[in-house]
C-alpha cells in the first residue's frame, strides 16, 4: 500500500533528480527528517538517468571546486553508508591543446588547480598517449592530467541517495506532480498536488527542465531553457582494456571515456541546438529526442581525428536528451528574492552529477541556517534579473552559452546574443565615439574608446588572447587623462537602493559596520557583514534627509542588498528598500582638473572647505541639477554626478562642450579596473565577500570597532581581531613588465604556495601589471610576514618574481583625492 501524504512538513524538495536526491539526503542528515521529495514520475525520469557522470573536480572558483569535492568524497563513500553502490571510479581526467592558446588556457587551469590544491600534472603529448592509447598525439603541444577526477553511475547515486535520506526518516514521492502552491504574507506555506495540499515552511525546487513552468506557479522568475545534448555510444573497441580517464579534446569540442568496452563520445558543439519545453510530451520521462547525424557530423569528424579506431566502430546510438541552461553558465541556487522559503536547485548547466553533491549539501544549509555555507555568489540566483526569465532572451543566449562551454576562458569574452537590455542614456553618444561595450547585469558598458570613425557596429571584434590586450593603448590614455587631466565614467549601472522611514537610521546603523548615523549631506563608506563579519556587500550611504538614505551598490547586485537587508529588517522596524537603479545617471568626473571642469559650469563652492570629500548636495551644473557626491574610485579629485536620466543627455554634452578647455576624455571599465587596482580599492566579489572581514581585507577602519556601538558581525570581529587573523590582503606589482596576469594566480614565498591572486590588471601609471590576493601568514604578524622572503606569481605553470607591500602601489596616503 503506497503511503499518504503528509499534511506538513518543513521542506518539500520539488523535483528526483540528482540535485532533488543530494538535497534530501542532507537535509535528513542535518535533522530535517520528516523531509518530503515530490517527484512528478520515477527518480532520475528527466535528465539524471542519462548523464555522462563525469566528476571533475576543478571549477572556476574556489567555492565551486569545494562542492564538487564534497561530491566526489561523498560519492565515494555512500556505499559504505547505504549498501547501495553508486557507480564511483576514480579514472581522472585528461585535457589536451593541439595550439598555444589552448595550452596556456590548460596552464592557467592547471595554476588555478595548484591554488586550491588539487593534484594537477603536465604531460607532454607521448606521455598523454601512454594514459589513452587510441588517441592521436602527434598534433598535441601537451596535456594536463587530473589524477583524482571520477564518475559515477547516475540512477544508482540517486538510489544511493534517496536510501540515505529515508533510513533518517525523510519520504520520497514519485508520481506526484506538483499542480500549485500556496502562500501567505509573502512566503511559501503548502504545495498542492492532486494527491492533496502539503503545507511546509520552505520549499526547494530542483526540476531540472520544468523548474522554470513550476517556479511560475508561485510567481518566482527560473531562468533556464533547454537545448539538445549529444553523445555517441559505441560497441566494444579493441585496444579499450580496464577504464581511462575522461579525455577532453575541447579544440574539437570534445569530451570522451570508456563506456562497457567501446567509448562515450558527447560534445558541446558551438551551434547548439535550443529546446523550447513546450515541445516535449507532458509525459517525457526516461525519453529521448531523435537522433540528429546531420548535426552531430561536425563532431563526429573531430572525433575521428582524435581517436582514429572511431571510423571502423559500431555504433550503438546516437544519443540526444535535453538538458537545462542559463544565461551565463552558471547553475541557480538558493533562495528566491522573489518569494520568501522558495528555494532553487537546478539549471545545472550539465553539471548536476559533478556539482550535486555539495550542491545539495550547500542548499539544505541555506534553507535550515538562513545563509549559505560559505560564499556562493557566482551560483546564487539574486545575481539574475528578472528580465534574464524574458523567453526571447534565454532562447537567443542559451544556445550561445552552451556554445562557449568548452570556449578558450580569454580575457575580455563578452555575450554576442540578447544584448542591449538595458543601456544608459549617454549609450549612442558613448558609441559614436568608438566605444567597445561589455555587458554586466545587462547593462550596456564601455570597456574602452577606440575613437570616432570606429564605433562598435562597423568594426570586428577585438583580438583577443592572453598577452598584452588589443585595447592596451586606448586604455593607457584613458588612465593618463584620469591621472593627468579628466575623466568622464559613465557609471550609470551602479545599483542604487532608496532606504527610507521613519526607523531608516537605527536599521541602517544596526546593519552596516560604518557609522552611517550623519548628517544630510554626508556619504559614508561601508560593509554590510554577516554573522560571521564576512562581507554580504560593499556600497555607499548617502544621508538624503532624516528618513532617507541612498546606498550606491555594485552594478550586478542591488537585487542582493535589497534581499539581504530585507531580510534582516526587524519586523518593528518602519523601513522600506525600493530599488531605483534606473531612475538616475551616473557621470563620474575624475582627475585633477575635475574641479576647475565642473566649477567652470556652477556657482556653488566646490573648493576643499566647503566641499570635502565624502559630501554630497545638490547643484546646479549648466542647465541641470544634480546631486553631487565627492567620492573617487580611481584615486584622483572627483565627484559622481547623479541626475534624473531625462536629463543625462544635456548634461553629457554640456561637460564635454566646456571640458575640452581642461583635456576631458571618456574612459571605460578598463581604465576604471586598472586605476583602483593601482590606487588599492577593493572591489566586492574580488577583494571582498561573504568569506572575507574587514580585518583581513585591511579595512577595519570602515567599521565601528572603535566605538561601543553595535551592528550584524561586530562580536565575530572582536573574536577574529583577538584570535589574531590567519591571511591578509597584499598589493604586489610584477617585476616583468610583459606579465599580464587576470586574477586567481597561484601566489608564493619561498617555494610554496601561500595565497591567491584577487584582482590583476595593467598598471599604466605604474608601468607593469600589479594586483591584489590574500596570503596566508601562518602565525605571523603581517608586516614581519611581507618584509621577509621571496615571492612569486604563478602564472600558466611558471614562477614569477612580484614585490609585495601592504600599502597599494600609488598614492597610498590617498593625498590625490582629498586634493
Known sequence: MSQALPQSTRVVVIGGGVMGCSTLYHLAQAGAADAVLLERDKLTSGTTWHSAAQVRRLRSSRSLTRLVSHS???????????????????????????????????????????????????????????????????????????PDDGRVNPSDLCAALAKGAKSRGAKVFEDTPVTGFEIENGRIAGVRTAAGTIRCEAVVLCAGLWSRNIGAMAGVPVPLYACEHFYLLTKPIPGIEGHLPTLGDHDGYLYMRDDVGGLLVGCFEP??????????PENFAFDLLNEDWDHFEPMMLNAIRRIPALETAEVRMLLNGPESFTPDGQFLLGESPALGGFFLGCGMNSVGVASGGGAGHAL?????????????????????????????????????????????????????????????????????????????????????????????????????????????????????????????????????????????????????AADTAVAPGRVVYTGLLNARGGYESDLTVTRLDETRFMLVT??????????????????????????????????????????DL??????????????????????????????????????????????????????????????AAHGLRDAGMQALASLRIEKGFRAWGHEIGPD?????????????????????????????????????????????TALFPRGDEPLLKDGAIVGQVTSAAFGHTVGRSCGMGYIRLDGAQPAEFVASGRFEIELACTRHPITVSLQAPYDPKGERMRA
Open 72 to 146: 566526489a568524497e561523498l560519492y565515494a563513500g555512500l556505499e559504505a553508508e547505504t549498501g547501495q553502490s553508486t557507480g564511483w571510479l576514480r579514472t581522472g581526467s585528461m585535457g589536451v591543446a593541439t595550439n598555444p592558446d589552448r595550452w596556456e588556457h590548460l596552464r592557467r587551469q592547471a595554476s588555478l588547480a595548484h591554488a586550491f590544491g588539487i593534484d594537477t600534472r603536465e604531460m607532454s603529448g607521448p606521455e598523454a598517449g601512454d594514459l589513452w592509447p587510441l588517441m592521436r598525439t602527434d598534433d598535441l603541444i601537451g596535456a594536463v592530467f587530473a
Open 364 to 512: 539544505a544549509h541555506w534553507v535550515l541556517e538562513g545563509e549559505p555555507p560559505y560564499d556562493l555568489w557566482s551560483v546564487d540566483i539574486r545575481r539574475m534579473a528578472p528580465f534574464m526569465n524574458n523567453i526571447r532572451v534565454l532562447a537567443e543566449r542559451i544556445p550561445e552559452e552552451l556554445g562557449l562551454h568548452y570556449a578558450i576562458s580569454y580575457p575580455g569574452r563578452t555575450h554576442a546574443t540578447a544584448r542591449g537590455l538595458r543601456r544608459g542614456p549617454a549609450h549612442d553618444r558613448l558609441a559614436a565615439k568608438g566605444a567597445w561595450f561589455g555587458t554586466r547585469f545587462g547593462w550596456e558598458r564601455a570597456e574602452w574608446f577606440a575613437g570616432p570613425g570606429n564605433r562598435e557596429d562597423t568594426k570586428g571584434a577585438p583580438t583577443l588572447g592572453f598577452g598584452r590586450p588589443s585595447w592596451h593603448a586606448e586604455t593607457a590614455a584613458e588612465c593618463r587623462a584620469a591621472r593627468e587631466a579628466v575623466a568622464l565614467f559613465d557609471q550609470t549601472s551602479f545599483g542604487k537602493l532608496l532606504v527610507q522611514g521613519p526607523d531608516a537610521e537605527s536599521a541602517l546603523q544596526r546593519l552596516c
Open 554 to 595: 555594485g552594478t550586478a547586485q542591488p537585487i542582493r542588498d535589497r534581499h539581504w537587508i530585507r531580510r534582516n529588517l526587524r519586523p518593528e522596524e518602519r523601513v522600506t528598500v525600493t530599488d531605483v537603479s534606473g531612475a538616475e545617471a551616473v557621470f563620474s568626473v575624475m582627475g585633477p582638473r575635475a574641479r
Open 271 to 280: 551551434d547548439a541546438k535550443p529546446l523550447p519545453i513546450e515541445n516535449l
Open 692 to 736: 572575507d572581514t574587514p580585518l583581513e581585507a585591511g579595512l577595519a577602519f570602515a567599521t565601528k570597532l572603535k566605538s561601543d556601538i553595535d551592528f550584524l558581525g561586530r562580536d565575530a570581529l572582536l573574536r577574529r581581531r583577538k584570535q589574531g587573523i590567519a591571511s591578509r590582503l597584499v598589493h604586489f606589482i610584477c617585476d616583468d
Open 598 to 659: 565642473l566649477q567652470s559650469l556652477t556657482d556653488a563652492d566646490l573648493s576643499n572647505a566647503a566641499f570635502p570629500l565624502f559630501t554630497a548636495r545638490a547643484i546646479a551644473l549648466g542647465h541641470a541639477t544634480v546631486r553631487a557626491a565627492r567620492l573617487s574610485y580611481v584615486g584622483e579629485l572627483g565627484w559622481e554626478l547623479y541626475t534624473p536620466v531625462e536629463m543625462a543627455a544635456g548634461l553629457y554634452d554640456t561637460l564635454f562642450e566646456a571640458g
